[in-house]
T-cell receptor
Framework: AQSVTQLGSHVSVSEGALVLLRCNYS??????LFWYVQYPNKGLQLLLK??????LVKGINGFEAEFKKSETSFHLTKPSAHMSDAAEYFC?????????????FGAGTRLFVKA | KAGVTQTPRYLIKTRGQQVTLSCSPI?????VSWYQQTPGQGLQFLFE???????NKGNFPGRFSGRQFSNSRSEMNVSTLELGDSALYLC??????????????FGPGTRLTVL
């Protein structure tokens, strides 16, 4: 069965510092991979997705993620954190062999940004 | 373009009751998926509908059911509520069903509290 693991339920960075949120997946076939952000009392918003084109994926708000098959990882990064980045981030996988949206989400990582 | 709307936004029920949640997708979208979000279990896939047909189903008991109408609006029903059903229920819509290029747009969710 496919699964996704996010390392660290909480990450704290200073404003202007590098943001690194880790995600590893478990799958015999590389799935489609996604990062979502959730602000308080809001639904999820798609940040970026990997679908087998370029391994370095650029998303919204200055975020990017790199797919590394050898490490089964899809870590999310941003060079310089802003206060507005404080939110919860979810890594998600969608198996390639299904025709629908049976998306599997990680447990989430809450990002704190210190002034 | 209006986003995904969910009603009601907040709901309080008691054990044993039943509840119906509603989701109106973005105009033109035909796929609707439902997710349950809890602090303990995270985000879990409930089911997905496309053109009034259930395409995928998660691992939830039969107390959880759903349907989709011809105008793509969807409802989910939970019967015989249990305390553990307290959660944020998120609905997501997409133009087509499945596939990596069909982005899901999430609604703000319905917060269900079971007393």
């Amino acid at each position: 069965a496919q699964s996704v693991t996010q390392l660290g339920s909480h990450v704290s960075v200073s404003e202007g510092a590098l943001v690194l949120l880790r995600c590893n997946y478990s799958s015999s076939v590389p799935p489609y991979l996604f990062w979502y952000v959730q602000y308080p009392n809001k639904g999820l918003q798609l940040l970026l997705k990997y679908t087998s084109a370029a391994t370095l994926v650029k998303g919204i708000n200055g975020f990017e993620a790199e797919f590394k098959k050898s490490e089964t990882s899809f870590h999310l990064t941003k060079p310089s954190a802003h206060m507005s980045d404080a939110a919860e981030y979810f890594c998600a996988v969608r198996p390639r062999n299904t025709g629908g949206f049976k998306t599997i989400f990680g447990a989430g990582t809450r990002l704190f940004v210190k002034a | 373009k209006a986003g995904v709307t969910q009603t009601p936004r907040y709901l309080i029920k008691t054990r044993g009751q039943q509840v119906t949640l509603s989701c109106s997708p973005i105009s033109g979208h035909r796929s609707v998926s439902w997710y349950q979000q809890t602090p303990g279990q995270g985000l879990q896939f409930l089911f997905e509908y496309f053109s009034e047909t259930q395409r995928n189903k998660g691992n939830f008991p039969g107390r959880f059911s759903g349907r989709q109408f011809s105008n793509s609006r969807s409802e989910m029903n939970v019967s015989t509520l249990e305390l553990g059903d307290s959660a944020l229920y998120l609905c997501a819509s997409s133009f087509l069903a499945g596939g990596p290029d069909n982005e899901q747009f999430f609604g703000p969710g319905t917060r269900l509290t079971v007393l």
